[in-house]
């Protein structure tokens, strides 16, 4: 096994555990988890604007990407009011006019402020915005009562709001498996060589099989015995939902893999051992968590025992 293999397999034995551990908790341990996961893919994904010849409002923006999971979390906790004056397309508004007026006096004309703005804006809303959607599942309307898992002769009861949003996290992880391991195999025909090289149309199909087989089973043995919730004309629906996740998440990585190639980068850093950058782990959950969220809107449906 190689160093970096080492690496990757060390850290991942590590940090799933450790990530199913806070979704279970939820809470304020979540949000923190998601605010620091936000504010460091931020920060990558404006060193990458940087070496496109962009000049992004580094501290702002990684501070407010920050700041939004924490934002939903204090909406959770009735602390922050979105029906209130200060909603949340008003406090957009007030953000991105801050960051306009920012620009006037840091930047000025010759410090590209139409383009510190945007890629700005668009950085906070790209990474803390979409990474918040999965405070949202956890904490989703119909995921309120607890869920009981049965282990054997073992109960174990957990919220039922981790079972929904731990659903669209081994949906997107099967898929990049899925992809990888019949990309690897028997993969000849590109998929977008333009953006991503090493990526194949039978890995694309490799990843839609993995992520329907979990979609499924997981819908059928975990999500509805446990927690008594289901997606609307079973098995049709889950099935629905795993492919339209696993598409998302693929779109979500071309899309990173669009950026780094603009530039010329393989990695967005190299803050995880053997994984790269935030981005690089992150980048199919990006696209994936709101589209789930989406998605539990029209097809969650309850299942009474």
Avoid at 37 to 62: N, Y
Avoid at 174 to 196: E, F, N, Q
């Amino acid at each position: 096994m190689s160093s970096e293999l080492a690496r990757r397999v060390a850290f991942a034995v590590i940090a799933v555990p450790v990530g199913v551990a806070i979704v279970v908790y939820g809470g304020a341990p979540l949000a923190a988890l998601l605010a620091i996961v936000s504010a460091l893919a931020a920060w990558e994904l404006f060193r990458i604007a940087r070496a496109a010849g962009l000049t992004p409002m580094d501290d702002a923006g990684i501070a407010l990407a920050g700041l939004l999971p924490l934002l939903v979390h204090a909406r959770f906790l009735r602390i922050y009011d979105p029906e209130s004056a200060l909603g949340p397309l008003s406090l957009g508004a007030l953000v991105l006019l801050t960051l306009m007026a920012a620009a006037i006096w840091v930047r000025g004309v010759s410090g590209k402020p139409l383009g510190a703005v945007a890629v700005t804006a668009f950085g906070v809303a790209y990474t803390g915005g979409m990474l918040s959607f999965g405070y949202a599942i956890r904490y989703h309307d119909y995921a309120f009562a607890p869920a009981s898992l049965v282990f054997g002769s073992r109960t174990m009861s957990v919220p039922s709001g981790a079972l929904l949003l731990l659903l669209p996290m081994f949906i997107t992880w099967g898929s990049d498996t899925g992809a990888y391991a019949v990309g690897k195999s028997i993969g000849r025909h590109k998929l977008a060589p333009a953006v991503s090289p090493g990526k194949t149309i039978e890995g694309a199909l490799g990843a839609l099989a993995a992520s329907v087989i979990i979609g499924w089973a997981y819908s059928r043995w975990i999500l509805r015995p446990a927690a008594h919730l289901d997606f609307r004309w079973a098995p049709a629906g889950a099935i629905l939902f795993s492919i339209i996740v696993s598409v998302s998440g693929q779109i979500g990585d071309l899309a990173k893999s669009l950026f780094k190639r603009e530039v010329g980068v393989k990695d967005s850093s190299h803050i995880i051992p053997g994984h790269g950058g935030v981005l690089d782990r992150f980048d199919s959950l990006l696209f994936a968590l709101p589209i789930s969220y989406v998605l539990f809107s029209w097809l969650l449906t309850w299942a009474p025992a």
